[in-house]
């Protein structure tokens, strides 16, 4: 058998993976096969890149196929692979590359495979999901449809059905570039399973502050005649001329599951920490895959390209014969809803709660600067706190500047499972123009301390 390995996906996680076995031994063969007609981008970007923030979606592209080609590695984009043998160590793949046919099918040997299919956008089965102007935003392709409609058609009304963080992102956008702008959430809540009712309530009143209106019905259907002009809900009819799926996203399971591929509890691939698979052989990383949570102790789905591509280069690595391990993750996120950010780690009061913790709460408000420098502006800071043990689990943060340092903090804090009054003992950075004297995050774990 040849020294060679298959990677299917061509984005964060197979990327990563694909260029870091060449690293590990030049000597191995690197393949990667994309469906799509790009690889190695930034899709976090494409808000930004629709909003016009990033003028070319080449700006979001970091590696193509020729500068892997000069790395050694080799990516057919176009190339959707439709089934893997496990026993006989193969890949089935359909060349794509022909506009219009239905392309050659050949298949490729290898001795080591990495799937990283990654996710797809959840997409409800509603009449009219199909209609033109109605969008999901997962692939780049999708992103400049997305750009090139709003250019060219200039619609008013946007409707973003659901309250995931990629909806909200875009409810932003859409409102930046002028739209009126609707959520349309069947629970009524923006990043529900993300964040505490408390702390979701600063992020709603900016969106109602910022023109966005949220509202709680059910979306049933998508209307129009040749191009959507309506979302249906139980409520009564919206009309829009551009509507997105923001409704979380989908782990890509097809393939491995057809290959007798393992999926854990939540659904996803089920790896070890090597990023192996419950096949010989068979790696999987990225969206595609489960992570462990450090926190619960349990697998769980959190799809992130900060997670796909440290997954996808510890596959790499020990495919190619390289000690490898990832860790796990503490459920970190970051995001901008208008002049907020946003950001999470560890469990809400509710995730705690649904995993037996008895847990307390504190939420404080302080100020992001010393109080007298200019452009001090209000900072929430939320901890979790197990009762018994004094353990930090989670926290969420909200605010116009050093809300991303902040997390991250905790995220560390996390990570080494501290308690309270360690927190309490850190030593954070503090200057006028980044911190007032007691940092919010030392305010918040005195008051948590009491
Ligand atoms: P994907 O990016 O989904 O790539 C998988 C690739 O596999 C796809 O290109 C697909 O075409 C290909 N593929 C699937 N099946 C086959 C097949 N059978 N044959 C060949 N190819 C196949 N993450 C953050 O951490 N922070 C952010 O701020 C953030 N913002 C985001 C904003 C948006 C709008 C989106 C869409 C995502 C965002 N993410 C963010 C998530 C992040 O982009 C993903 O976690 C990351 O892209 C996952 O990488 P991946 O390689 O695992 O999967």
Known sequence: MSKRLVVIGGVAAGMSAAAKAKRVDREREVVVYERGPF?????CGMP???AGDVPDYQELIVRTPAQMAKQGVEVHVRHEVTAIDVAAHTVTVRDRTE???????????WDKLVIATGARAAQPSMPGVDLPGVFALRALSQGMALRRFLDERQPRQAIVVGGGYIGVEM???????GLDVKMLIRS????????????????????ARQGVTVLQCQPVAFEGDGRVAAV???????????ALLGMGARPETALAQAAGVALGPTGAIATDAHMCTSVPDVYAAGDCAEVLHLVTGQPDYIPLGSTANKQGRVAGAHAAGAQASFGGVVGTMVTRVFDLAVARTGLTVAQARSVGRTVSETMIKARDLAH???????????????????????????????????IDVLATALHHALVI?????????YAPPFAPVWDPLLVAANVAAK
């Open 421 to 429: 009054e360690d927190l309490q003992r850190l030593d954070l950075s």
């Open 372 to 406: 007298y420098f200019p452009g001090a502006a209000p900072i929430h800071v939320k901890l979790v706190v197990e009762e018994e043990s004094g353990r930090l689990l989670g926290g969420q943060i909200v605010g116009r500047q050093g809300v991303a340092k902040r």
């Open 188 to 207: 009524g809540q923006v990043m529900r399973t993300t964040l505490d009712d408390d702390v979701r309530a600063l992020v709603e009143e900016e969106l």
């Open 232 to 242: 249906v809900t139980t409520d009564g009819r919206y009309p829009c001329d551009v």
């Open 171 to 177: 409810a932003e956008t859409f409102r930046r570039l």
């Open 39 to 43: 690889i190695s981008y930034a899709a």
């Open 48 to 50: 930004y890149y629709i």
């Open 99 to 109: 506009q219009g046919g239905d392309g050659r099918t050949f298949t490729q040997d």
